[in-house]
Nanobody
């Protein structure tokens, strides 16, 4: 049974940083594209970033480009999202997911909220 767990969320001031972690059990992330999505209150879930399974190529939404970095951990069951220069509009529940449409996202410039497995999410609040 695949289980996805996110951690690392919290309250941070504007301009601050957080590092989200995604850990999978019952699944080896090394052979799967992985993605981070977020959902703010009253808004639809949106794709933030993904890393492909073939060559570790990445996608970032325009709103986070240059501020967020996705990476795979040395352990084959972890993926990270390093978030810097956080803004109040980054406030949302952040979800990790397996097999998002990463190749398509890199091609068309948007990652649809589709995935095989989802975590429960971790809250990120950016506020002074």
């Amino acid at each position: 049974q695949v289980q996805i767990a996110e951690s690392g969320g919290g309250l941070v001031q504007p301009g601050g940083s957080l590092r989200l972690s995604c850990t999978a059990s019952g699944f080896t992330l090394d052979f799967s594209a992985m993605g981070w999505f977020r959902q703010a209150p009253g808004k639809e879930r949106e794709g933030v970033s993904c890393i492909s399974s073939r060559d570790n190529s990445v996608y970032y939404a325009d709103s986070v480009k240059g501020r967020f970095t996705i990476s795979r951990g040395s352990a084959k069951n972890t993926v990270f999202l390093e978030m810097n220069s956080l803004k109040p509009e980054d406030t949302a529940v952040y979800f990790c997911a397996t097999d998002p449409p990463c190749f398509t996202a890199q091609t068309i410039g948007i990652m649809l909220p589709q995935a095989d497995h989802w975590g429960q999410g971790t809250q990120v609040t950016v506020s002074s």
